[in-house]
């Protein structure tokens, strides 16, 4: 069986994690978790970046950042993982789902505009698959309407818009480094905070409402408790781990990329049954290979084609179940359709991408693809 998808290990993981139980810190804020936040406000000069337990704790983090009330809305792609709604919804905010565009799944400009009025506070984006969200219409149409922007950018890292970096765009975004994403601690994320306002804040929030970050630099001779927040740090084996794989994000996202074009240039406009592969990334965007999806033209005839590469060995997946009609949400829901998500929830599938994926692996899937 060809797995959807196998963990990458760099092999400096565990020499890393070696030197975290022969270090005198083995929890948050140490050397690795340092290491780590330096590399992404080099790399792609993101302001502030706090690395979190989970993608899902970054993104609550931004969520509490943005100090909703009972009554906010928050616009948010129904076409998505569980955690972008449910960050918002736990601070008391009412969250309206966009529909995704009918380029790519990204909800775009057009979908968000017709959902804002005087309650609405925050927009947040997915760029799904890595695919930029047209970013330039979303930041006018926030500032127009004076509202924060959010990039769920679990899928994005090394990603990019027009040049600038996918995470650095919004006033705050969140990454994640669960074992499905490009690079991974098992269980991770980040928090990135680009607009100054909320620096100060982000920091005590991650360390349990104190003021224990600015204690350790020297900047103040006691630390307390002054706000909210929870433990939101992973320790430093998870940041050593990470720590391993940054080292290494030009070979995987290479491999990744070589994975991706090799399935594109086997499979692009070859494929039967009204089976398409997926769309052009615009020109405002760059392709970070997180995944590879075809779009079916129904869910049986999805159903069909993953149980077809199933009995010949592949193993694949689908993407997302809409969270507008999920059964925590649907009872919640304005009663909107939302047929753009629908259609992806139906219709889309995931082919395996992973670094240990062999090149005759990729000929087998897509040989099994074209022979359908
Ligand atoms: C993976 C993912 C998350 C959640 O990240 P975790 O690290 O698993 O908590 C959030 N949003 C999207 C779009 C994701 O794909």
Not at 65 to 91: H, M, N, Q
Not at 110 to 118: K, Q, S
Not at 154 to 160: L, N, T, V
Not at 347 to 355: G, I, K, S
Request: glycine share 8%.
């Amino acid at each position: 069986m060809i797995p959807f998808n196998k963990p990458y290990f760099s092999g400096r993981e565990l020499a890393y994690m070696e030197e975290v139980c022969h270090s005198d810190t083995m929890s948050g804020n140490g050397h690795f978790t340092k290491l780590c936040h330096g590399f992404f406000e080099k790399r792609y000069g993101f302001r502030k970046c706090l690395l979190t337990t989970s993608g899902t704790d970054a993104l609550e983090m931004c969520a509490m950042l943005c100090e909703l009330k009972p009554g906010d809305e928050v616009i948010v792609p129904s076409y998505t993982f569980v955690s972008s709604a449910l960050a918002f919804l736990r601070e008391g905010a009412t969250v309206r789902f966009a529909d995704s565009g009918r380029e790519n799944p990204n909800i775009t400009a057009e979908t968000i505009a017709p959902l804002i009025n005087d309650k609405t506070r925050v927009i947040c984006v997915v760029h799904y698959a890595g695919v930029a969200c047209d970013m330039d219409a979303v930041m006018a149409l926030a500032e127009e309407h004076h509202l924060l922007v959010v990039e769920d950018a679990a899928h994005a890292i090394d990603a990019y818009y027009k040049g600038r970096p996918l995470g650095g765009i919004g006033h705050l975004a969140a990454f994640s480094f669960h074992e499905t994403k490009n690079i991974s601690s098992g269980e991770g994320g980040m928090l990135v905070v680009n607009d100054e306002r909320f620096v100060r804040r982000s920091e005590i929030l991650w360390e349990k409402g104190t003021n224990r970050a600015e204690f350790y630099r020297g900047m103040v001779n006691k630390y307390g408790w002054c706000d909210m927040g929870s433990s939101f740090l992973p320790s430093e084996f998870n940041a050593a781990y990470l720590w391993a794989q940054l080292e290494q994000i030009d070979d995987i996202q290479g491999k990744r990329l070589h994975i991706w074009q090799r399935y594109d240039e086997a499979l692009l406009g070859r494929l039967r049954h009204g089976i398409c592969v997926m769309p052009e990334t615009p020109d405002y965007a760059t392709n970070n290979a997180h995944m590879y999806y075809l779009l079916c033209p129904s869910l049986k005839e999805r159903t069909a084609l993953m149980n077809y590469l199933k009995n010949h060995g592949v193993q694949t997946t689908f993407h997302y179940l809409p969270l507008h009609s999920s059964t925590y949400y649907a009872p919640r829901h304005d009663g909107r359709a939302l047929p753009e998500c629908d259609r992806y929830g139906d219709c889309l599938v995931r082919l395996p991408l992973f670094y240990e994926l062999t090149d005759s692996e990729i000929d087998e899937i897509t040989a099994l693809l074209l022979a359908y």
